[in-house]
């Protein structure tokens, strides 16, 4: 074997929109420069009559060119078509990008044309938010497919170890996203946000009703009249209905203090409101782990994450944040906490100094794919 391995990569890649197709990417940079990459892209993800959102596609276009762009899950001509990309680039190691069940039977059947010691998944979850029924008889027969199983918390090994206590698994850790800073600062953004002198809170990404927006509302709810001058930025698409959200919100007499920004946000517009804000916000219900805490680290922002899956591995308590159980009183009393002692300095600079340790490099050396 040559020293630069052939590596097929499988999972959304740009310009396919994504917390998961942006992972793909920034893992694909990494591993391209040591290695031959060819990656298996989607055409689509899901058939629009399931598909939420507005749209399955960003303005993130990618500078990567080996791409293959032919899967579609429904279609199995396409995944004819993909195991003849796979066979013809006759890789080395196989890496595939796991999410959620609905792609078990595609994997399985591109699974099936690579040889045993070189098939490699990696765990975004293990089992869905919902967890349905069925769900882990179908993972049971993926992962006897599978030769390495890799996961970013301690939460996913043990769900995966539940289902085949024989499987391989490689544990390593969600790195920090590399999003360049510009030149604008967050006394600008705030200032274009129309938030200037305002103690702000971010809550980023996707609304779903496991993301706990109603526990932060309620928490807001729990903290105006003890903090004055508080703007909670709500950044994301919808995946829900908004209305009881902002009826809480009416009913809190909270209105001026939030700014809905109901829109999936592109790559190059996520600055801004992580630096317009000093403190970021998961009050998750359910998670495994979660690319919004890469994103706060990339620009050095303090967190609060409850303690749901595998959030609390990410966060050090009290020094890049606070890790609190998933309800509204203990997420109100973080956040007196944080303003009233002004931490953001100082846990900023926590963050920014021990950033190095979720490096891609780092993580593509705990991959074992070089033994």
């Known amino acids: 074997m040559s020293s630069r391995l052939k590596i097929v990569t499988i999972g959304p890649f740009p310009p396919l929109r994504g917390g998961i197709s942006d992972f793909h990417e920034s893992l694909v940079t990494q591993l391209s420069k040591k290695n031959d990459i060819t990656v298996l892209n989607f055409k689509s993800l899901y058939p629009k009559i399931l598909f939420p959102g507005k749209s399955q596609y960003g303005a993130n276009k990618s500078r990567f060119d080996n791409v293959h762009t032919v899967l579609n899950p429904l279609n199995i001509f396409s995944w004819v078509k993909g195991r003849s990309v796979l066979k013809k680039s006759n890789?080395?190691?196989l890496i595939i990008s796991y999410w959620s069940f609905f792609f078990v039977p595609i994997y399985m059947f591109l699974l099936s044309c690579i040889k045993k010691g070189n098939r490699y998944v990696l765990f975004h979850n293990v089992v869905s938010h919902e967890n349905r029924i069925f769900e882990r008889f179908l993972l049971k027969v993926f992962i006897k497919k599978i030769d390495y199983c890799i996961v970013m918390n301690d939460y996913n090994a043990k769900l995966i170890l539940q289902i085949n206590p024989k499987a391989k698994i490689i544990k390593n850790f969600h790195p920090i996203y590399e999003i360049p800073h510009s030149n604008s600062?967050?006394?600008?953004?705030k200032r274009e946000l129309k938030i200037e002198k305002k103690k702000t809170i971010l809550f980023f990404g996707l609304i779903r009703e496991y993301k706990g927006l109603d526990l932060l509302i309620n928490a807001i709810g729990l903290s105006k009249n003890k903090l004055k001058d508080l703007k909670v930025l709500v950044v994301g698409e919808s995946y829900e209905s908004l209305d009881k959200y902002h009826k809480m919100i009416r009913d809190h007499n909270m209105e001026d203090s939030f700014i809905f920004i109901?829109?999936?946000?592109?790559?190059?517009?996520?600055?801004?409101?992580?630096?317009?804000?000093e403190l970021v916000i998961l009050p998750y219900k359910s998670a495994s782990q979660s690319g919004v805490l890469s994103l706060a680290y990339n620009f050095n922002r303090p967190v609060i994450v409850t303690d749901v899956g595998g959030l609390s591995d990410y966060v050090s308590h009290e020094?890049?944040?606070?890790?609190v159980q998933p309800n509204s009183k203990d997420i109100s009393n973080k956040i007196n906490l944080f303003f009233d002692k002004n931490l953001f300095e100082e846990m900023s600079e926590f963050i920014k100094?021990?950033?190095?340790?979720f490096s891609w490099e780092s993580f593509e050396g705990k991959l074992n794919l070089y033994g």
């Open 262 to 277: 109901n829109n999936f946000i592109d790559k190059v517009d996520i600055e801004k409101y992580f630096l317009a804000s």
């Open 353 to 357: 100094n021990n950033n190095k340790r």
């Open 185 to 189: 600062s967050s006394h600008d953004y």
């Open 319 to 323: 020094k890049s944040g606070f890790i």
């Open 91 to 93: 890789p080395d190691k």
